[in-house]
């Protein structure tokens, strides 16, 4: 059985910064790319940032300069650093793993950023 279970949001002001963790189990969690996404409400779904098996990452605009996505493959986690957080990064943050066969996503952990 897939799981994927975010951890780490919370409220913090402007400027603040947060540390998600997403722990993956029931896949071969080395081998695969993974995502952030985040949805704000009324907003569609967003994609975040992304790291590859070997640890090449990719940001959205809005995330770069900011945020930093790693990964630790021995603990099969996945990490957002978010710094310089605004208001507009208020949102549920998302992990996903896009295996072969499905596509599969964790519950989500809220991050709200407000005064």
């Known amino acids: 059985q897939v799981q994927l279970v975010e951890s780490g949001g919370g409220l913090v002001q402007p400027g603040g910064s947060l540390r998600l963790s997403c722990a993956a189990s029931?896949?071969?969690?080395?081998?695969?790319?993974m995502y952030w996404y985040r949805q704000a409400p009324g907003k569609e779904r967003e994609l975040v940032a992304g790291?590859?098996?070997?640890?090449?990452?990719n940001y959205a605009d809005s995330a770069k300069g900011r945020f930093t996505i790693s990964r630790d493959n021995a603990k099969n986690m996945v990490y957002l650093q978010m710094n310089s957080l605004k208001p507009e990064d208020t949102a549920v943050y998302y992990c996903?793993?896009?295996?072969?066969?499905?596509?599969?996503w964790g519950q989500g952990a809220q991050v709200t950023v407000s005064s």
């Open positions: 790291i590859t098996s070997g640890g090449s990452a």
């Open positions: 996903n793993a896009p295996t072969l066969t499905r596509s599969y």
């Open positions: 029931g896949i071969t969690f080395s081998i695969y790319t």
